[in-house]
């Protein structure tokens, strides 16, 4: 049994599911609505405060639906409530990030300023120039989005610049020695 997929889902204070037919689920809280459709093949059932969700049988791939299926749907109750942010560091002299509206403009040493717009339903914060907080009730665009902006320039290992994740450890390399 997926011990994942058995685990009750908590639903808070403020916070209203509605499962309508093929499985789709809409999550509404305080911070905003999220819906998605999920595998039809699960059974999602809201008693009272909780969420359970239940495979019909032991095939490999209801298995391995039955704890994504509570896992995503853990998420956007979660969304809803508290929202979630990925933080990512600029390093590196001169490079540095500037936020015009909803454009986020990174100077990360190419001969032009990369602009990036934020998704719909994303927000990206400045910390002072180097530090890029990505916020957003979807954890999925939230993730990609931190993704792309990582991508416009990532963290070598020589020196470490580049834009890396607040949490990220770099794997630093020893560089090239003189010879005598």
């Not at 499985?23 to 905003?32: C, D, H, L, M």
């Not at 999920?38 to 059974?43: A, I, K, N, V």
């Not at 910390?127 to 993730?143: T, W």
């Amino acid at each position: 049994m997926s011990r994942i997929g058995r685990m009750p889902i908590a639903v808070p204070a403020g916070v209203t599911v509605e499962i309508a037919e093929n499985n789709k689920v809409t999550v509404k809280g305080p911070k905003g609505t999220l819906e998605r459709v999920l595998p039809s093949e699960m059974e999602i059932r809201v008693e009272g405060a909780e969420i359970t969700v239940t495979r019909p049988n032991d095939l490999k791939r209801m298995r391995s639906l039955h704890g994504l299926t509570r896992t995503l749907i853990n998420n956007m109750v979660v969304g809803v409530t508290d929202g979630y942010e990925k933080k990512l560091e600029v390093n590196g002299v001169g490079y540095r990030a500037a936020k015009a509206g909803n454009v986020l403009t990174l100077s990360l040493g190419y001969s032009h300023p990369v602009e990036m717009t934020d998704p719909e339903g994303i927000e990206a914060v400045l910390e002072g120039q180097n530090i890029i907080i990505v916020k957003g009730i979807d954890k999925e665009k939230v993730g990609q989005f931190a993704a792309e902006i990582r991508d416009k320039r990532r963290p070598e290992p020589y020196k470490g610049k580049g834009i890396k994740y607040a949490d990220e450890v770099i794997r630093r390399k020893v560089g090239k020695t003189g010879k005598k």
